[in-house]
């Protein structure tokens, strides 16, 4: 089954309701958005689902971090919710203004995007000045293949160059591969973080430039 990329595009209030542990007492309040999320699992379920929404109730702690949580709902796919869970337990949110703990429930619509495999060409870069001057030197028509050459050389800004063949997307992360897969075949993306690198890619079509 092909995996497919998720991805977090919005927490819609749902039914918010704050539980004041300490008093017992139910109140209507508004929840901040978080300020911290984490990357959700890939997705292995059904083929034809373009978006997820999973109901979530958790406990809302004084700093913000969350000590407790439940899937309300389902996916359908019971690993994916577990993995899931575990991952929306690192969200972040603002301390709440009460500084008091509380129960939080949450709709967090994913979006799906299917996985793709794709040849690529990459040239990395350990300093963002060098990636963007090389990034002018290709918009005036610089050769994305001789550069990706001439680091094997040892005379070129980038630290490497790579062709990679068939290669998922979802090797990438998710902000990468959502880039790698808008991009149109024989173009290249302006320069982007990974791993504390700084990557231009090339997308190929069919074959990838000879060695």
Same mark, same amino acid.
């Not at 068939?166 to 959502?178: F, G, M, R």
């Not at 973080?193 to 000879?210: A, C, N, S, T």
């Given at each position: 089954?092909?995996?497919?990329?998720?991805?977090?595009?919005?927490?819609?209030?749902?039914?918010?309701?704050?539980?004041?542990?300490?008093?017992?007492?139910?109140?209507?309040?508004?929840?901040?958005?978080?300020?911290?999320?984490?990357?959700?699992?890939?997705?292995?379920?059904?083929?034809?689902?373009?978006?997820?929404?999973?109901?979530?109730?958790?406990?809302?702690?004084?700093?913000?971090?969350?000590?407790?949580?439940?899937?309300?709902?389902?996916?359908?796919?019971?690993?994916?919710?577990?993995?899931?869970?575990?991952?929306?337990?690192?969200?972040? +949110?603002?301390? $709440?203004?009460?500084?008091?703990? =509380?129960? #939080?429930?949450?709709?967090?619509?994913?979006?799906?995007? &299917?996985? !793709?495999?794709?040849?690529?060409?990459?040239?990395?870069?350990?300093?963002?000045?060098?990636?963007?001057?090389?990034?002018?030197?290709?918009?005036?028509?610089?050769?994305?293949?001789?550069?990706?050459?001439?680091?094997?050389?040892?005379?070129?800004?980038?630290?490497?160059?790579?062709?990679?063949?068939?290669?998922?997307?979802?090797?990438?992360?998710?902000?990468?591969?959502?880039?790698?897969?808008?991009?149109?075949?024989?173009? +290249?993306?302006? $320069?982007?973080?990974?791993?504390? =690198?700084? #990557?231009?890619?090339?997308?190929?079509?069919?074959?990838? &430039?000879? !060695?």
């Amino acid at each position: 089954m092909k995996a497919q990329i998720v991805f977090i595009t919005s927490l819609l209030a749902l039914a918010l309701f704050v539980s004041h542990v300490m008093t017992g007492c139910t109140t209507q309040r508004e929840v901040a958005a978080p300020i911290k999320t984490t990357e959700l699992p890939v997705f292995e379920g059904e083929q034809d689902k373009d978006h997820l929404e999973l109901s979530v109730l958790f406990l809302l702690a004084e700093d913000g971090s969350i000590e407790d949580l439940k899937m309300v709902g389902t996916s359908g796919d019971a690993g994916w919710d577990s993995a899931a869970a575990d991952s929306i337990k690192n969200w972040h +949110f603002p301390p $709440p203004s009460d500084s008091e703990k =509380k129960w #939080v429930r949450r709709t967090v619509r994913v979006e799906i995007i &299917p996985a !793709e495999i794709l040849n690529i060409g990459e040239l990395i870069f350990q300093d963002s000045n060098d990636a963007d001057l090389i990034y002018s030197r290709l918009r005036a028509g610089a050769s994305f293949e001789r550069l990706v050459r001439e680091t094997r050389q040892g005379n070129a800004l980038a630290s490497e160059g790579r062709f990679r063949a068939d290669i998922e997307t979802t090797e990438y992360p998710i902000e990468i591969s959502l880039i790698l897969i808008e991009l149109e075949e024989g173009k +290249f993306s302006r $320069p982007v973080e990974m791993g504390g =690198k700084f #990557v231009i890619f090339k997308r190929y079509g069919d074959f990838l &430039p000879g !060695e």
